[in-house]
């Protein structure tokens, strides 16, 4: 039975930490920053509560994280009372954040340095796949560790794959959030189209859904889109954080990324109108008058 910590209670950390303990016998220690989460996830499911990062992934086979950015990252590993001043030779830790491909990279020289390992390995899938135990998680790092970690992994996530080295699946998730940008705007206009021009929205989209315009974010979004329910999902605050990595890493290596960037400039928009912790979805609200919206 391996000894798992897992740090950060969030959105998702909350449901992919259930999923693994409620599907593994392995004992299970968390953490969260608010202290109240993690009692009530043991409350839920078992397993024990540390205070600090630190003393949670003490004397660990596996260390999850889930957090929400590269500061809140580096708080947990690096800082004071963080979790790599405990980390045992072999340890594996396995990063969830949606983060830089930089500190991707940097933990895991600190982890290789401590004779550990890390994973880079960002989900999608959103709320609803982390409750659903079905998301798609892409790693980075060295096989032999992406290898032990799988068979916990997949305890919620549907489809699980090694990109690369170190920094790998940073990238990949900065991929997957270029075009999630690019989908999400067109939909938001065709929606928008489709209304001025007086069309029945829902039998426009019973149509082009079985056609070459379909994709995940046209099933699933257009008719909360038709309906103006934006307070769920991928928030906007969210989007914006993963768009800025996706072009800090597009200045480094040279891609031109014209959509993204202007997709972000309309996520910009909406947060300025207070439309922070709205779904992304939310793009809709651009196009429409108020009255409408």
Same mark, same amino acid.
């Given at each position: ?7 950060? =209670?969030?959105?998702?950390? #909350? ?5 693994? &303990? /409620? ?15 993690? =009692? ?14 630190? $003393? ?29 001043? /405990?980390?045992?030779?072999? &340890?594996?830790?396995?990063?969830? %954040? /949606?983060?830089? !491909? ?28 982390? $409750?659903?135990?079905?998301? %798609? ?20 996530? &549907? ?38 021009? *007086? ?9 082009? %859904?079985?056609? !070459? ?33 996706? =072009?800090? *890493? ?10 993204? &960037? ?8 909406? $947060? ?7 779904? #992304? ?13």
């Amino acid at each position: 039975m391996a000894k798992i910590a897992w740090i950060g =209670l969030g959105v998702m950390g #909350t449901h992919m930490a259930g999923h693994l &303990a /409620s599907k593994s016998d392995h004992e299970i220690t968390v953490y969260n920053r608010t202290a109240q989460k993690s =009692l009530d996830w043991v409350s839920s499911f078992g397993g024990d509560h540390a205070p600090t990062p630190l $003393q949670a992934a003490e004397n660990k086979d596996f260390v999850f994280c889930c957090v929400g950015n590269d500061q809140d990252l580096r708080e947990v590993t690096l800082g004071p009372n963080g979790a790599f001043a /405990s980390l045992k030779p072999g &340890a594996i830790f396995i990063d969830h %954040t /949606s983060s830089s !491909a930089t500190i991707a990279r940097e933990l895991d020289a600190q982890a290789q340095d401590n004779g550990a390992h890390f994973l880079d390995a960002p989900v999608s899938g959103g709320e609803k796949g982390a $409750q659903d135990g079905i998301l %798609t998680v892409m790693a980075g790092g060295q096989e032999s560790a992406f290898a032990l970690a799988k068979p916990l992994i997949d305890c919620f996530a &549907a489809n699980c794959k090694l990109m690369g080295p170190a920094g790998a699946g940073q990238l990949t998730k900065m991929v997957n959030q270029i075009a999630i940008a690019g989908l999400v705007q067109a939909l938001a206009e065709a929606v928008h189209f489709a209304e001025n021009a *007086e069309l029945d929205v829902a039998q426009v989209m019973s149509v082009i %859904t079985k056609g !070459a315009a379909q994709s995940w974010q046209m099933e699933n979004r257009w008719e909360t889109m038709k309906d103006r329910k934006f307070d769920y999902g991928f928030a906007v605050d969210w989007m914006r954080k993963d768009l800025a990595n996706c =072009l800090d *890493e597009a200045r480094r290596n040279g891609a031109q990324l014209p959509v993204a &960037a202007l997709v972000d400039q309309f996520y910009g928009e909406i $947060q300025q109108k207070g439309g922070n912790r709205l779904d #992304t979805s939310s793009l809709l609200t651009r196009l429409v008058h108020n009255k409408k919206a």
